[in-house]
Nanobody, 127 residues
């Protein structure tokens, strides 16, 4: 089992920045040498969960949703088993609960391909 704990959410004004963190614990040994990926998803009020960004643990390759490309950056610290989501130029439509997820295999944009999920952290952007 892998446990994921998100942090860093909060209430900010439009145009501000936030950095989310996701710490992985549990059976993380060996993950950095295996094909493994982390992702960020979000679910806004009355909306379905949607893909935000993903990163390969070993290679560092990334992918982003079009809605956040150029504003959000996903990164990881393999020594700390932590993945980050730097969010700049936040907009009210970015308001959502942000979830961290982990999967074996290559990076992916489909939520159902992820094996482990965190509890989520709320991000609220006021206009």
């Amino acid at each position: 089992q892998v446990q994921l704990v998100e942090s860093g959410g909060g209430l900010v004004q439009a145009g501000a920045s936030l950095r989310l963190s996701c710490a992985a614990s549990g059976r993380t040994s060996g993950r950095t040498s295996s094909t493994y990926a982390m992702g960020w998803f979000r679910q806004g009020p009355g909306k379905e969960r949607e893909f935000v960004a993903t990163i390969d643990w070993r290679l560092g390759s990334t992918a982003y949703a079009d809605s956040v490309k150029g504003r959000f950056t996903i990164s990881r610290d393999n020594t700390k088993f932590t993945v980050y989501l730097q969010m700049n130029s936040l907009k009210p439509e970015d308001t959502a609960v942000y979830y961290c997820a982990a999967k074996s295999g290559p990076i992916g944009v489909v939520a159902t391909s992820y094996d482990y999920w965190g509890q989520g952290t709320q991000v609220t952007v006021s206009s």
